[in-house]
């Protein structure tokens, strides 16, 4: 068998290729091609060359060990024989098939062992032979239709030059000197399922090298990224804190803020008002002339119309002329005066005939009402036309499909109602009825919509169908104008329904007493079960048969509680107060018998209904009973002061004084519990029971100081000095050396003007209990009576003792600057600062006397100083603000407001200042920002109140001097404040009112207010002296 290599003429062999270094063939044995062996011929020579080069070709892929193509590997992937370097061709065709070796004896070319002859195949490979020569670059392309530069074989292979080199990326940023560019060389070649592979073995390589340093590689980004925004950061960070304030910013805030060409461009940024100007009656005479019948022949005019033209030339026009778009003419777009005349007169007739009565000539419109019975015939919907018309396709379809469906009727008759269709609705409505005649809902609205009459005729057919209707019986009771006829429908209504306790109270309201009582009676026979009616029927009654009524209805109700409260209250309108506290106890014992959780809230209910009713023993009573009832051991307390609380904030004291009087028997030794209750009595009660109440609280805690003070100050106030001396004696003797007792004493003998016995007394606390406020007591006694002297004595041994007491100090240097020793006033302030330099009043007293003496400089400096050793004080922050703004440098003084604000943005002193220190237009923008910052805080509320005042706003300026005193009474200049714009706006009610709540308030505190009643010229002065001296000195010129 013998097979042709194509283009060499050779004859191959089926068998394996002879190696070069071969030197001959077996000797004797006779070749395949059917010749002797020729040994080295030259046609031997060259198969074995050409064999040998088509042995190996260069593999694709480096899948697995390199072999020859045409070895072994019969069944691997490099089967077929190619050229190596050659490029497969379209269009090729097998022209001969080549024996592949791979056979059983191992080829020498080959180092490796093949497979066994019997497998051997024949394989087809191309050579230049089958695809002829090559082609020139000027030859035509076989596609004859091609287009214009692609019509030769040299511009399609210049195409596909500058295609492939256009994949290529060049440019000078993808070079690098070591790496050469950053393309890949194969990225045109096939990817393939080996190459994914071998590119996932390295991103798995890369991906591990990368994990072993990452945690350091990171760590060394986010330094040096920290470092880089450090260095240079970005605008918006820079400017974060600024607009982090935008966000408290209101809309209308921003949308008020000025723009950039306000002042130069409103006027061409403002819309123009649109200007109307009256019409002139020319202009309507005009065209009332256009639209005017005409009775009269114009003289011009001819036989048949036409008018003789007067211009010279003309015409004669004996014929009429042609319409023309003229004014009445329908071509024409103006109005028609004389038709809208006729059209208002023909509505007003309508409207005449509406109103006109039956009497020819006479009408009933009332000329008061005209105008609202007018607006009663406009349509009240607001609705869509086109939406009107699809609810009511859709309810007639409903009406249609289910005619048994009240709610369809009922809307159909309230859509045509809402329209002004009202007579529509009736029909529908009546329609309705008859659909549904079991529908009480339907009747009642037919009755709604028909008139009066009309709606009796319909209530009574509605009852036929419905007998035992209540709501329908009800309906027809309130349609009848008279009592009589209501009773009548009523009675005859608990006739078919005698179960309605509805039906019954409705006819009980109607009766008079005898009569309700008897109706009761029939009632609670019909309706065992209504606690309304058996408690009505006790009412009506007597004493012993209210009992009975009462004892019945337990019978037929034992879980209501109401009953059993109902029955206290009768025996304690009797007097019978011993049974209230036995009738309480048994319902709790019966309702729990009976299964009743009882339930402590609605009882403490109950008990305030009984103290708003005036049933004191009952409401006691009821308290004592369930007050304890649901409540942990360790939360009695404070949920008893709670609740004492909330009976006072609902206006129930007897319930809140039974808390408390519960609560003490309790804790009997609580300080606490004892001076809640002391407060309570104080503001609620009288003098005896606060008198009698702290009696009892100092024999439980003779310790406490303050309940013997406030007993004391009770009696002082009532003007008996001597027992009020003789608790102090008394609480000298529980409480011996106490500072408090000492001073209330000396109080009590200064007020009454035994001033010789205060002496002494001050004299004995110096030497048993010496403190630094008896000292400062001392030294201030000394100095309001005058004797200046004796006053700096004590200072001086005083400061001796307590060198760190700061009002010492300022005393001295007070009483100093008062003889007008500057220089000694100065140097008290100034050993006072070293001993006390956190002392506030002490570094403002040095400032001012420096700034009194005309000393500006060194007053700026000394606050300056205090500001460095007391940082983010409010107090030094304004009092610098103030002398600024004294010397009549507002510029300073606003610049220091604003870094005040920054270091103390919570200060409400600092912000009611800042409002008055804007203008007026700014002011009240500035107290909207201190109302954020400090919405509590009682400056910044009598601060906006003062700007209420100076803008006239009385009835808010009030309610804020209102919320100012409630939120700290304690503020003498806010009361101040108060009686004084009640002095210019109030009534002597009002003004009397302010005056007393400020003296019950006691205050002591207050910029204004210390300035009066410290002033040593003020020392016996009462509240309401020193309120009415702090109103004279405000000058409201804010």
Request: with cysteine.
């Amino acid at each position: 068998m013998r097979q042709s290599v194509v283009g060499s003429g050779l004859q191959v062999p089926q068998g394996p290729a002879p190696s070069l270094t071969q030197p001959s063939c077996r000797a004797g044995r006779e070749e395949p091609w059917g010749g002797p062996c020729v040994g080295h011929s030259v046609h031997r020579l060259l198969l074995c060359v050409l064999l040998h080069l088509l042995s190996f070709r260069r593999p694709r892929k480096a899948h697995g060990p390199l072999h020859p193509v045409g070895h072994c590997c019969a069944g691997g992937r490099d089967r077929h024989l190619a050229i190596s370097g050659s490029r497969e061709l379209p269009h090729t065709r097998p022209a001969a098939h080549a024996l592949v070796p791979g056979g059983g004896e191992p080829n020498p070319g080959c180092g490796v062992e093949c497979p066994p002859r019997s497998t051997w195949r024949a394989t087809g490979f191309t050579t230049r032979s089958d695809i002829g020569p090559a082609r020139d670059a000027n030859d035509p392309v076989d596609d004859r239709h091609a287009p214009p530069g692609k019509r030769t074989v040299g511009d399609q292979m210049k195409k596909n030059q500058a295609a492939d080199d256009d994949d290529e990326d060049l440019n000078d940023t993808n070079y690098d000197e070591f790496n050469g560019y950053a393309g890949s060389l194969f990225s045109s070649g096939p990817y393939e399922k080996d190459d994914e592979e071998a590119d996932a073995i390295y991103a798995a390589l890369d991906k591990r090298m990368d994990e072993r340093r990452k945690e350091r590689r990171e760590q060394r980004e986010k330094e040096e990224i920290e470092k880089y925004r450090m260095e240079r950061p970005k605008i918006q960070q820079q400017f974060s804190d600024l607009k982090r304030k935008l966000a408290e910013v209101t809309e209308e805030e921003w949308l008020s803020i000025p723009e950039v060409g306000d002042a130069r461009n409103k006027r061409q940024r403002s819309p123009r008002y649109e200007k109307l100007t009256p019409v002139p009656d020319s202009f309507f005479a005009k065209h009332l002339q256009t639209g005017e019948s005409h009775t009269s022949v114009d003289p011009r005019q001819t036989q048949f119309g036409g008018l003789n033209t007067p211009y010279p030339g003309g015409l004669n026009t004996p014929y009429p002329g042609g319409m023309t778009p003229g004014l009445m003419t329908p071509g024409t777009g103006e109005l028609d005066m004389r038709k809208i005349g006729q059209a208002r007169n023909t509505l007003m007739d309508m409207r005449l005939s509406q109103v006109s009565d039956s009497v020819s000539g006479q009408t009933v419109v009332d000329p008061k009402g005209y105008l609202t019975d007018l607006n009663s015939m406009i349509p009240t919907h607001g609705g869509d036309i086109n939406d009107i018309k699809k609810a009511r396709l859709l309810l007639k379809s409903v009406r249609e499909t289910n005619p048994h469906h009240p709610p369809a009727w009922i809307a159909s008759a309230r859509l045509e109602e809402v329209t002004g269709k009202l007579q529509v609705a009736r029909n529908l409505i009546m329609k309705g009825t008859e659909m549904c005649p079991k529908s009480e809902d339907v009747w009642l609205e037919a009755a709604r919509l028909q008139p009066g009459d009309t709606a009796k005729a319909v209530v009574a057919q509605a009852v036929r169908h419905l007998p035992q209707s209540v709501r329908i019986y009800i309906r027809a009771a309130e349609l009848e104008t008279d009592i009589r006829a209501k009773k009548r429908v009523l009675r005859k209504a608990l006739e078919h329904v005698p179960n309605s306790v509805r039906l019954w109270k409705a006819a009980v309201e109607l009766e008079e007493p005898e009569d309700a009582r008897i109706m009761l009676s029939r009632a609670v026979e019909c309706c065992p079960t209504s606690v309304e009616l058996w408690l009505a029927l006790a009412r009506l009654e007597t004493y012993e048969n209210a009992r009975k009524v009462l004892n019945k209805a337990r019978e037929n109700i034992p879980t209501d509680r109401h009953i059993w409260v109902t029955a206290a209250k009768l025996e304690e309108a009797n007097g019978n107060t011993q049974m209230v506290e036995k009738i309480i106890d048994r319902a709790i014992t019966s309702l729990r018998a009976n299964g009743v959780e009882i339930n402590r809230e609605q009882w403490i209910q109950d008990a305030e209904e009984c103290d708003r009713a005036g049933s004191v023993a009952t409401c006691q009573a009821v308290m004592r009973a369930v007050i304890g009832i649901g409540i942990e051991e360790e939360d009695r307390k404070h949920t008893w002061m709670e609740d004492a609380d909330s009976c006072v904030a609902h206006n129930a004291l007897e319930c809140a004084r039974a808390i408390y009087a519960y609560a003490l028997q309790v804790f009997p030794s609580k300080k606490s519990v004892w001076l809640r209750a002391a407060y309570f009595e104080k503001n609620h009660g009288t003098r005896e029971s606060l008198e009698a109440l702290l009696q009892r609280a100092v024999a439980h805690c003779p310790k406490a100081e303050v309940l013997w003070l406030m007993g004391a100050k009770s009696k002082w106030l009532a003007g008996d000095v001597p027992a009020a001396r003789s608790i102090l004696a008394l609480a000298f003797q529980a409480n011996p050396n106490s500072e408090e007792i000492w001073l209330a004493a000396v109080k009590l003998e200064s007020e009454n003007n035994e001033y010789e016995r205060a002496r002494r007394l001050l004299a004995k606390a110096r030497s048993s209990a010496p403190t630094a406020r008896v000292f400062m007591k001392s030294v201030k006694l000394e100095w309001v009576l005058g004797d200046t002297a004796a006053a700096q004595e004590l200072s001086e041994e005083a400061l001796r003792h307590y060198e760190d007491f700061a009002k010492l100090w300022m005393m001295t240097g007070q009483m100093q600057e008062q003889q007008g020793l500057t220089e000694k006033a100065r140097d008290a302030y100034t050993q006072g600062l070293k001993k006390c330099p956190h002392s506030t009043p002490l570094w403002l007293l040095l400032s001012r006397l420096e700034e009194k003496i005309g000393q500006l400089t060194r007053a700026r400096a000394i606050l300056e100083k205090s500001r460095l050793k007391n940082p983010k004080n409010p107090g030094l922050w304004l009092e610098s603000v103030r002398l600024e703004y004294r010397a009549g440098l507002k510029n300073i003084a606003n610049t220091l407001m604003a870094k005040a604000l920054q270091e103390c943005p919570n200060s409400g002193v600092l912000w009611s200042e800042a409002i008055f220190l804007e203008a007026r237009p700014q002011r009240k923008t500035k107290s909207v920002d201190a109302l954020k910052k400090c919405e509590h805080d009682p400056h910044v509320l009598l601060a906006v109140a003062k700007l209420f005042w100076s803008e006239r706003k009385i009835t808010k300026a009030r309610e804020w001097f209102h919320r100012t005193v409630k939120i700290d009474s304690d503020l003498g200049d806010a009361w101040a404040f108060f009686y004084k714009f009640e002095l210019q706006h109030g009534t002597e009610e009002q003004q009397e009112e302010v005056k007393k709540r400020c003296e019950n308030a006691e205050p002591r505190h207050g910029e204004l207010w210390c300035a009066v009643s410290k002033d040593i010229a003020n020392w016996q002065r009462k509240i309401g002296e020193i309120l009415v001296l702090v109103a004279a000195r405000i000058k409201n010129t804010f």
